[in-house]
């Protein structure tokens, strides 16, 4: 890349200073599955979560779980393979009813880069995927992960139309490496899926792009550093909406998979090709060049029916947003829902997106 990076600098200081410390601040995070179990995971240094055990030094990181049943019956643990002096940061929490999966998403911080790691939990059992970043020292912000479904069609081994829904988990991220750009894996929770065979696709190559010097060029950190992800609606398609920094515009595309998977079988064509991502560009314009250069929160995206993305964001006062005008080919002027006694700061954003879902 050919401008400084100077975000990218002072998030690596800040990781610095954790791994030097030794310590981060604890994450929780909590989940309700549809029979009603509470799901609970912890991140954070074993002397500070109360974690002890053979094996465990006080000043390890680590990832604990917990689960409480309608029952109540419960179970603890840690994580297998999360015992480390690393910081694991960023927890996400999903649960897949279909496949009964429930899924946790979290980043590890290393000495000279960070991974994205999933977890797996089904039938009783814990089963680590990695995300594996590109060539150089690869560092990935903002990691989202989406559930959908999709049903499929194939002919079974006695010759005869078989339908099923399986079940897609989505990650997005952007990702600091060679290039600075928003990176995808598609991870289907039906199959089993090994910690070798998780594709990542670059998003800006999905739309003929990639491959490119990117620079930031004094572009807002809000405008590239937040990809998103969206259902389209019960089909089971997704949307994603990133910036592509080589050619300075910011997508929306559209990913589906195969819904014919033709013959069953190991080496069936069709079986071999299920996994492939289908993308389609349902919007293209510029990157948002008017957001604010310092954020106090997320940037959220809002793809709305006519696939016009909009920016939302909060700051001290207010909930602002943006929306791109197809017609004008260009970013709306920010926009402002200012917060007061009677419009807190959940109740703004939330009308916000419902008028961005609609719109």
Known sequence: MKSPRVLAASLL??????LASGSARAEEKSLLAPDGTVYTVRSGIAADLGVTGSGIRPDDNLIEWTSLAQDGKRALGIIPNTTSHNSKLNLDLAFDEQSSSLVLLWKEELSVLNVLHLGVFRQGAWKQLDLLPNLGFAHAYNPRMLLSHQ???WIDENGKDAWKTRSLLSVIWWEESQYAQARYAPIFLDEDTSANDVPVYDLPSTVGGGGAPTSYDDLPPGAYLYPSLQLEGPGGAILASFADLASKKQYVVRIAFPTDLGTSGPNSKSTLRRRIPVV????????????????????????????????IWSEVGAVRFIRYDAAAAKWSAPRAIALTDEMSENKAMQLVQEMATKN
Request: no cysteine; hydrophobic share 45%; glycine share 8%.
């Open 13 to 18: 200081a800040l990781a610095a200073l954790l």
């Open 151 to 153: 049903v499929v069609h």
């Open 280 to 311: 389609g560009i349902t919007m293209q314009g510029p990157v948002a060049t008017n957001l604010p250069s310092e954020l106090s929160s997320p940037i959220v995206t809002i793809v709305g029916p006519t696939y016009n993305p909009t920016l």
